[in-house]
Every structure is written in structure tokens, then in C-alpha cells.
């Protein structure tokens, strides 16, 4: 369990400092920095509050940027079985779909046949409670919905391939949940869930989805050299059947694209972040202000092109040009909590460093109302409220002491 300290992420930083044989000076050089600004991070009298500093500290000190950030975060004040309490089961199915893709011998069925139409009916149930930011919801449904999906594919029937599909859209799905719970080692598990019933299907739409959220589980393993080489290929085998101009492949590219911007910006490379965006936008626009595509899980569409710009820019230090482009009306069209949710961190951590700090404190406010479990364990918006409580926010005390308490940050 996490240390729920403002000096916690300092802590670590240090002990990994110290591990790699690196003083103070050292480290903070190589990655950019001042050794006085390290000092106050060790201390905790600075909070890291940026994906792409901790990413390079990570890979300077040779360490999983998930230790830096402490996670998971378990948060005890959850009432009822939390998404927490279903991980073991769902790292168990997974386990069993890698075998059974592999095609590995002497695997039996551990679930009764189910309807193919009624397992379509959960995926699609699944996708709605994860687009909902209903974490517990979605945790709860996919164990046993992925153990339905083994059975049929290993019975080998005729509901394979329909169950091989919906097994890609499952994984997926398991995939963005267990990112969000804090478990990125588990969540590339799912990933190459995904790719293994991916292959089996050879269908170029289907790899180049679950590409997209291979690149998902890298961003949270801070692997950006990995997103980039993973999107490239896909982005090449994409490209005959977007010349067709089918709109799901368009689609699909915008969503590839935007994976590169946001890697782009945690590596500090402002400019080829801010190019991806323009080129995301470009078939966003393509594709009309209507399109939001829930269908293939990216929600790519010009409003979340917005989100993602907003990300970028509070990742490479220019807040104010990554709300341009993402005015709050036009995210607001989104079909989708968990989307409108990530913009709304992002949108308060780019107003606290516009010194709008009151603003930044409301907004999370808003959103931990809306989507507590999206909220409350996510490291930006957990380092954010460090952040204000270590400043301060007058006009704002009791909302970010309600933020404080939600978090657990002390005890």
C-alpha cells in the first residue's frame, strides 16, 4: 500500500537515486533540472505533478515509474466491494486466455457454454459502465464475462469467431480498467490478451485496436520509445484501407496519432507533440463534429482530439495553448464520463498553473463528484492536490480538505 504522505513520491525518488549510485547533482542534471529543485523534491516540499519528469527520473534511476508513483492506491473509505476486490479473478481468466490462444493442451472448460448474443450483450454492458467511469461496475463484470469467451473458443464451435471478437473488445476493456486501478503490469497482460485473438482473427482493423491499447498500457509504463514503434506499424498497416476512405480505419489512425502526441510530450518533444495533434485534428475534421467513436472503444472524434491537447499541453509546460484548443464546451459533447473526466484533470492542472488555483480546485471538485474512482487514484490529480494543500487555496479550504480526505493523502 501506498504511503499516503506528500512526501511519499520524494521518498522513492530518493531510495532510487541512491540505488542507481547517483548524487543529487547527478540525477538532477540528467534529467533537466536544478539540484535545488531535487533537493525539494526529496523533501516533499515539491510535488511531481508531471508524467514526463517522473518518466525521466524512472528511466534515469532504472526503475518502473509505477514505484515513483506508489501505485496502487487502495483507497479504504470505498463502501462495498471496491474494483480492487475483483483483480485477482480477472488476472486468473487472463492467465487462462493467454493459455488457451496459445493453443496449449489439456485445457478444459471451466464455465458453462453461454449464448453468443448474451455475451454480446455484456460486452456492450461492460463498454457502458467503463465509459461511465463506473469502475467497480466494469471490475466486477469481466471475470466472469471473459471466462464465458474462454469456454467458447476453446470448445472450438461455431460461436469462435464471434466469441474470438468480443474477446479483443473484453481484453480490451480489462486493459483501461486495470490502468486506471493502478495495475499497468496486469494491463499489458490484457493487451496481449487483445493481440493473441487479434492474430487468430487476421483482421488488419482489429490489430490496429488492439495496437491503440498496447500503446494505452506502454503510456502507463512510461515505454515511450515503445508507443512510438508500436503506433509507427500500425499507423503502415492501416494505410491501404485508408485510402479506401473507410471511416473506421480514419478513425482509428486519429486515435494512433493521438497516442503519439501524448508520447511525444511525455519525451519532452514539444514541437512533435503539437504536430500529431494538428494531424489527429485533421481527420478528426474529416470525420465530422458528430463522430465520437465508442464503437472501437477510442472516443476519436474532434472533442477528444481536444482532451488530448489539453494533456499536452500541461505535459510540456504550455497549459494555456492546450486549452485553446480545448474549450470546455466542446468537450462537453463527449459520450463519455471517463473522456469528459480525464479533460477535467487535465483542464485543473493547467489552470493551477495559470495561477488560477480556486479554479483548478473546483474543477477537481466537480469531477471526483461525477467519477470518485477515476479521480481519487489518479497520480496527476493526487500530486495536484498535494500540490494546492502545500500552497494553499483560501477561497477553496473546504473543497480541497473534502479533496484531501477522499484521497486519504493523510493518515
Excluded at 542534471?29 to 519528469?53: F, H, I, K, P, Q
Excluded at 465509459?131 to 461455431?158: C, F, H, K, Y
Excluded at 466537480?366 to 467519477?371: F, P, S, T, V
Aim: charged share 20%.
Amino acid at each position: 500500500m501506498p504511503d499516503h504522505t506528500d512526501s511519499g513520491i520524494g521518498a522513492r525518488v530518493r531510495v532510487a537515486r541512491i540505488a542507481a549510485g547517483l548524487t543529487q547533482t547527478e540525477l538532477a542534471g540528467l534529467v533537466g533540472r536544478s539540484t535545488r529543485w531535487l533537493e525539494d523534491v526529496e523533501a516533499g516540499r515539491l510535488t511531481l505533478d508531471r508524467y514526463s519528469l517522473i518518466a525521466a527520473i524512472a528511466e534515469t534511476c532504472a526503475v518502473d515509474v509505477t514505484y515513483l508513483l506508489g501505485l496502487p492506491y487502495r483507497l479504504a473509505a470505498d463502501s462495498g466491494p471496491t474494483a480492487h476486490s475483483y483483480v485477482p479473478a480477472l488476472r486468473a481468466v487472463l492467465r487462462r486466455s493467454g493459455l488457451i490462444l496459445s493453443g496449449h493442451p489439456g485445457l478444459v472448460p471451466a464455465a458453462p457454454v453461454a449464448a453468443v448474443d448474451r455475451m454480446r450483450q455484456q460486452s456492450q454492458a461492460a463498454n457502458r459502465a467503463r465509459q461511465g467511469a463506473a469502475l467497480p461496475q466494469v471490475a466486477s463484470m469481466l471475470p466472469g464475462m471473459i471466462e464465458d469467451l474462454n469456454t467458447a473458443i476453446l470448445l472450438r464451435g461455431a460461436e469462435t469467431i464471434p466469441a474470438l471478437h468480443l474477446l479483443v473488445d473484453a481484453a480490451r476493456t480489462a486493459r483501461v480498467t486495470l490502468n486506471q486501478l493502478g495495475y499497468p503490469d496486469l494491463a499489458w497482460v490484457a493487451a496481449e490478451v487483445a493481440a493473441g485473438a487479434a492474430t487468430r482473427l487476421d483482421d488488419p482493423i482489429s490489430k490496429a485496436r488492439v495496437a491503440w491499447d498496447r500503446c494505452g498500457a506502454l503510456l502507463h509504463q512510461a515505454s515511450l520509445r515503445e508507443v512510438l514503434a508500436v503506433a509507427d506499424a500500425a499507423l503502415s498497416d492501416l494505410a491501404p484501407a485508408v485510402a479506401t476512405g473507410a471511416r473506421e480505419a480514419i478513425s482509428l489512425r486519429g486515435a494512433l496519432i493521438l497516442r503519439c502526441a501524448v508520447a511525444s510530450a511525455r519525451a519532452g518533444r514539444p514541437d512533435d507533440a503539437w504536430a500529431h495533434i494538428d494531424a489527429a485534428r485533421v481527420d478528426a475534421n474529416r470525420l465530422g463534429e458528430d463522430w465520437h467513436d465508442l464503437a472501437q472503444q477510442t472516443v476519436f472524434g474532434v472533442a477528444n482530439v481536444a482532451v488530448h491537447a489539453a494533456e499536452v499541453g500541461v505535459e510540456i509546460d504550455q497549459p494555456d495553448r492546450g486549452l485553446e484548443y480545448a474549450p470546455p464546451q466542446s468537450v462537453a459533447v463527449i459520450p463519455s464520463r471517463e473522456r469528459i473526466t480525464h479533460y477535467r484533470i487535465d483542464q485543473a492542472r493547467s489552470w493551477h498553473r495559470m495561477g488560477r488555483s480556486a479554479a483548478a480546485v473546483a474543477a477537481l471538485r466537480q469531477a471526483g463528484a461525477g467519477a470518485p474512482y477515476q479521480v481519487y487514484g489518479d497520480p496527476m490529480a493526487r500530486a495536484l492536490v498535494m500540490d494546492l494543500t502545500r500552497t494553499g487555496v483560501p477561497s477553496q479550504a473546504a473543497a480541497l480538505s473534502g479533496l484531501v480526505r477522499n484521497m486519504e493523502l493523510v493518515g
